[in-house]
């Protein structure tokens, strides 16, 4: 097992953990981490847990979706960021060669 999946486990059973002790079900938690995906996308759905102390499931799918959307939008200005370099990149290549 690499150091990334050993992670991805801690980081799931403690989610799944947080997500029972606080009255949910262990299948819902397995579901959110499934979702969530990563490790720190699992951590920072924990930190909510216990700030908010949701009471429904309702609650706990709407941050993790918005966890989701922050990540997406993350990955979208990173590969902006990129193609922007790049053009930028493509650009003064050009002007070199004059």
């Known amino acids: 097992m690499s150091e990334y999946q050993r992670e991805w486990t801690k980081a799931k059973n403690e989610l799944v953990s947080d997500m029972v002790n606080l009255g949910h079900t262990q ?18 759905m924990r930190a909510y847990l216990y700030s908010a102390r949701p009471h429904n499931a309702e609650e706990i799918v709407d941050e993790m979706l918005a966890i989701q959307s922050d990540i997406d939008r993350w990955k979208d200005k ?21």
Not at 27 to 44: C, D, F
Not at 78 to 98: F, H, T, V
């Open 27 to 44: 299948e819902l938690g397995e579901l959110i981490a499934r979702q969530l995906g990563s490790p720190k996308a699992m951590q920072r």
């Open 78 to 98: 990173k590969a902006s960021e990129r193609a922007n370099a790049a053009y930028n990149e493509w650009l003064n290549r050009d002007l070199e060669d004059m």
